[in-house]
């Protein structure tokens, strides 16, 4: 299975960072908040459309290294039209499962990511615009 994991990864980061979506979208955001990595420069500004307690629209800017452009990406494409608790509960179990290993249900379309577990360094990588989104619900433009 790790196999299968390591597979998923590769493919998704390379999909996922060669044409990422939501990358420089303009979605007359309500919501934003930039996050930094000073580990490897990591630097995302994360936008959300939200509406009655519902995420309309995400996107990105900044600049990043492969495996955050992914996670970005996955986030923009996952997101929309969910509840804004599903942004923060997707959040909470992608962090519990890179440092258990151990997928929730729910959360297949972010399983790639769990291929960067073997590399604590680049964990953050992966989680940082999913942090920057769970803090852009709380700032307001």
């Known amino acids: 299975m790790v196999k299968d994991i390591s597979s998923l990864y590769l493919d998704a980061i390379k999909r996922h960072a060669a ?7 303009k979605i007359d955001a309500t919501h934003q908040h930039e996050e930094y990595n ?3 420069g990591d630097r995302i500004l994360l936008q959300l459309r939200i509406d ?3 995420i309309e629209a995400a996107a990105f800017d900044g600049e990043a290294c492969a495996i955050c452009l992914a ?3 996955l986030l923009c494409e996952h997101v929309p039209g969910r509840p804004v608790e599903d942004l923060l509960e997707q959040h909470r179990q992608l962090s519990e499962a890179l440092e258990s290993g151990e ?4 959360m297949d379309a972010l399983t790639p990511l769990l291929g960067v577990r073997p590399y604590p360094s680049r964990i953050q990588c992966a989680t ?3 942090k920057a989104a769970a803090r852009a ?3 307001k433009i």
């Open 137 to 139: 619900i709380v700032t």
């Open 52 to 54: 009655a307690g519902r």
């Open 71 to 73: 996670s970005s990406s």
């Open 103 to 106: 997928c929730t249900p729910g």
């Open 19 to 25: 044409d990422p979506a939501g990358f420089r979208q």
């Open 38 to 40: 000073p580990l490897c």
């Open 128 to 130: 940082l615009p999913w």
